[in-house]
Antibody, heavy 123, light 115 residues
Framework: QVHLVESGGGVVQPGRSLRLSCAAS????????MHWVRQAPGKGLEWVAV????????YYADSVKGRFTISRDNSKNTLNLQMNSLRAEDTAMYYC????????????????WGQGTLVTVSS | DIVMTQSPDSLAVSLGERATINCKSS????????????LAWYQQKLGQPPKLLIY???TRESGVPDRFSGSGSGTDFTLTISSLQAEDVAVYYC???????????FGPGTKVDIK
């Protein structure tokens, strides 16, 4: 079955960097677009970034553009999120999630989610 | 950017009764070339990640009970739970995936409790 496991979260000071990873299993990772979605404590969902199944396109929320970079390694079934210049408002649970369809070059909803990894930005 | 709003913020419904959640987008999410509404609904229980319930506004995801249904078109959408069960206590979010280039946006969520 589909399994997504995030890692890399922790406490980090403002202005510093952190790299999140998402290990995927149970499906052909290289055929699905992947997303990062975050949720601040007690708040709603905020989409962060998407990467196409082949890595050819990447898109970001305005709130993270220029600071965060999404990437993937299809040979290792891994999704990454490099987060630089972190701010207090980046404090959240970060989820990786999968597109509902394969080989998509358009927007689709997310059918599988990991359990999340918590990022706390605080001095 | 498309802004999503939901109403009510929260509701309490008796077991077995109907629960209705509304979602409105600031612009149409109906793509005329394929006549599909790019609107999804998710359920998030306490301490868990979200779960996809409905996509294309009215298509139920595999394994989702048929008491959950979605309706609407253009800018106004509804999620209905026809007979509320205890396990349906959760926050429900709508999401648009219409925007190109992709800028997925979620509604603020509606909390459903048992009365």
């Amino acid at each position: 079955q589909v399994h997504l496991v995030e890692s890399g979260g922790g406490v980090v000071q403002p202005g510093r960097s952190l790299r999140l990873s998402c290990a995927a299993s149970g499906f052909i990772f290289s055929t699905y677009g992947m997303h990062w979605v975050r949720q601040a404590p007690g708040k709603g969902l905020e989409w962060v970034a998407v990467i196409w199944y082949d890595g050819s396109n990447k898109y970001y929320a305005d709130s993270v553009k220029g600071r965060f970079t999404i990437s993937r390694d299809n040979s290792k079934n891994t999704l990454n999120l490099q987060m630089n210049s972190l701010r207090a408002e980046d404090t959240a649970m970060y989820y990786c999630a999968r597109d509902i369809g394969r080989y998509s070059s358009s927007s689709l909803p997310f059918d599988y989610w990991g359990q999340g990894t918590l990022v706390t930005v605080s001095s | 950017d498309i802004v999503m709003t939901q109403s009510p913020d929260s509701l309490a419904v008796s077991l077995g009764e109907r629960a209705t959640i509304n979602c409105k987008s600031s612009q149409s999410v109906l793509y005329s070339s394929n006549n599909k509404n790019y609107l999804a609904w998710y359920q998030q229980k306490l301490g868990q990640p979200p779960k996809l319930l409905i996509y294309w506004a009215s298509t139920r995801e595999s394994g989702v009970p048929d008491r959950f249904s979605g309706s609407g078109s253009g800018t106004d959408f509804t999620l209905t739970i026809s007979s509320l069960q205890a396990e349906d206590v959760a926050v429900y979010y709508c999401q648009q995936y219409y925007t190109t280039p992709p800028q997925f946006t979620f509604g603020p969520g509606t909390k459903v409790d048992i009365k």
